[in-house]
Nanobody
Framework: QVQLVESGGGLVQAGGSLRLSCTAS????????MGWFRQAPGKEREFVAA???????SYADSLKGRFTISRDNAKNTVYLQMNSLKPEDTAVYYC????????????????WGQGTQVTVSS
């Protein structure tokens, strides 16, 4: 049974930082591209960042320079470092995995975590 478990969300003031973690089990982690998505109230889920099984990264254009995705295959964990946070970054953040594919499209991901809430106060 595949599980993705996010952690690290919380309440932070504007300009602060958070690091989200997503630990996977039940799959061959190194063969999966991992992505982060977010969904704010009343909005559609949007792509944040993705990391391929070969180490390539992709980011939403609006987030480049503030967010960094990384992974540790030994720990089956993908991270999202978020700096200079803004109130508009407030959302539920989800991690997702897709087998040997490279995509920013949410519908193409095979597995999803339950999400972690990030709230940025002004």
């Amino acid at each position: 049974q595949v599980q993705l478990v996010e952690s690290g969300g919380g309440l932070v003031q504007a300009g602060g930082s958070l690091r989200l973690s997503c630990t996977a089990s039940g799959l061959t982690f190194s063969s999966y591209a991992m992505g982060w998505f977010r969904q704010a109230p009343g909005k559609e889920r949007e792509f944040v960042a993705a990391n391929s099984w070969s180490g390539s990264n992709s980011y939403a254009d609006s987030l480049k320079g503030r967010f960094t995705i990384s992974r540790d295959n030994a720990k089956n964990t993908v991270y999202l470092q978020m700096n200079s946070l803004k109130p508009e970054d407030t959302a539920v953040y989800y991690c997702a995995g897709v087998w040997r594919s490279w995509t920013t499209v949410a519908a193409r991901y095979d597995y999803w975590g339950q999400g972690t809430q990030v709230t940025v106060s002004s």
